[in-house]
């Protein structure tokens, strides 16, 4: 079966840095998306990694190794406006997009 | 980039009912994809949508789903007899650029309640 996995929730401090894992087992694979949830909102894009390596965009970072099956969405200088769920999610070989559960990232001043 | 745009936002029916949630108005792409996400969970994705044809669909998507493009800008999924394990979020997306199968962006969704 296709499988995502992240931690369920997270805390971390304002202007701190923390990092959310994903792991992932699917049929395929076509790359892997982040998406920041906020609570009663639509997910809305971060970044996509089909390459291993690091994307920095801004203060959000993501590293994929395809090998290992892992991910890591970087998160620097943690505003309160940060606190939202992140979702992982993977393209599998038929273009589905297989979602993580996400993970609750709360912020605290 | 222009919206994805959902209505309605909020839609109570009783069971049994039929409802239809669109996603308007979209041009000058060619991949749509609906999902769901009930209250507390995963989102799941349902179905997508190609040059106006069903491309991948989902074990969610049973016959009591169903989507067309009708008037070749507004985009549809039907439920034809709601269950009450039908209320979620439904979320409308599409690629950001028109013919590309990567990199979505999502509607503010339709929160459906079933009773």
């Known amino acids: 079966g296709q499988n995502i996995d992240q931690p369920t929730e997270m805390t971390a401090t304002e202007g701190a840095i923390v990092q959310i894992n994903c792991t992932y087992q699917?049929?395929?694979?076509?790359?892997l998306f982040w998406y920041q949830q906020h609570a009663g909102e639509a997910p809305t894009f971060l970044s996509y990694?089909?390459l291993d390596g690091l994307e920095e965009k801004g203060r959000f970072s993501s590293f994929l190794s395809r090998s290992k099956g892992y991910s890591y969405l970087l998160l620097k200088e943690l505003q309160m406006k940060d606190s939202a769920s992140y979702l992982c999610?993977?393209?599998?070989?038929?273009?589905?997009?297989?979602w993580g559960a996400g993970t609750k990232l709360i912020i605290k001043p | 980039e222009p919206e994805v745009t959902q209505t309605p936002s909020h839609q109570v029916t009783q069971m049994g009912q039929e409802v239809i949630l669109r996603c308007v108005p979209i041009s000058n792409h060619l991949y749509f994809y609906w999902y769901r996400q009930i209250l507390g969970q995963k989102v799941e994705f349902l179905v997508s949508?190609?040059?106006?044809?069903?491309?991948?669909k989902s074990e969610i998507f049973d016959d009591q789903f169903s989507v067309e493009r009708p008037d070749g800008s507004n985009f549809t999924l039907k439920i034809r007899s709601t269950k009450l394990e039908d209320s979620a979020m439904y979320f409308c997306a599409r690629n950001r650029l028109a013919g590309e199968n990567y990199e979505q962006f999502f509607g503010p969704g339709t929160r459906l309640t079933v009773l």
């Open positions: 999610a993977v393209l599998d070989s038929n273009y589905q997009l297989i």
């Open positions: 990694n089909v």
């Open positions: 699917t049929s395929g694979f076509n790359g």
């Open positions: 949508f190609y040059n106006n044809e069903i491309s991948e």
